[in-house]
């Protein structure tokens, strides 16, 4: 895809990610688009804000969007590499492309994903991982808790 749509979506993630920090949130944001590129929606990690581990940002986004007919050329978007949790929704509702900020605080299963068709766009932006580095080493227990390392 065009790396400055990438880029583009990306932006909306990090706002997701940054209204996250403000909240004494996880910083990690996500926003689903259509095949049309039109945004279906946003959200956020919220584990803490909720009290609820399986607020993901990719899972917030999802049901942000409400239910879609189809999920073929939709694309997820997130500030981090999707967990387990998260690829597995991809898979599971057939989501075309993850559009990736950064995979070098965190490895998900973008790899897995794609090996099974799914298009993936990593980044690297050097913005996300400098989110994510701060709130790790400030918060290593809160982080190892979020990817079920604690
Ligand atoms: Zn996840």
Do not use: K
């Not at 956020?44 to 239910?67: C, I, K, L, M, W």
């Not at 099974?116 to 766009?121: A, L, Q």
């Amino acid at each position: 895809m065009d790396d400055a749509q990438a880029r583009r979506w990306l932006a909306t993630a990090v706002a997701e990610a940054r209204a996250g920090l403000a909240e004494g949130g996880i910083p990690i944001g996500a926003a689903l688009y259509g095949a049309d590129g039109s945004l279906l929606g946003r959200g956020r990690n919220r584990r803490v804000q909720d009290g609820d581990p399986s607020v993901h940002a990719e899972t917030s986004a999802f049901r942000a969007a409400g239910r879609q007919r189809s999920y073929r050329g939709t694309t997820m978007v997130t500030t981090l590499s999707p967990c387990w949790y998260c690829s597995g929704l991809v898979r599971q509702f057939g989501i075309s492309r993850v559009v990736i900020g950064e995979a070098r605080t965190f490895h998900g299963g973008h790899d897995w994903l794609a090996e099974h068709g799914v298009e993936i766009v990593l980044l690297d932006d050097p913005g996300c991982a400098a989110m994510m580095r701060d709130f790790v080493e400030g918060h290593p227990a809160l982080w190892s808790e979020d990817i079920g390392d604690a």
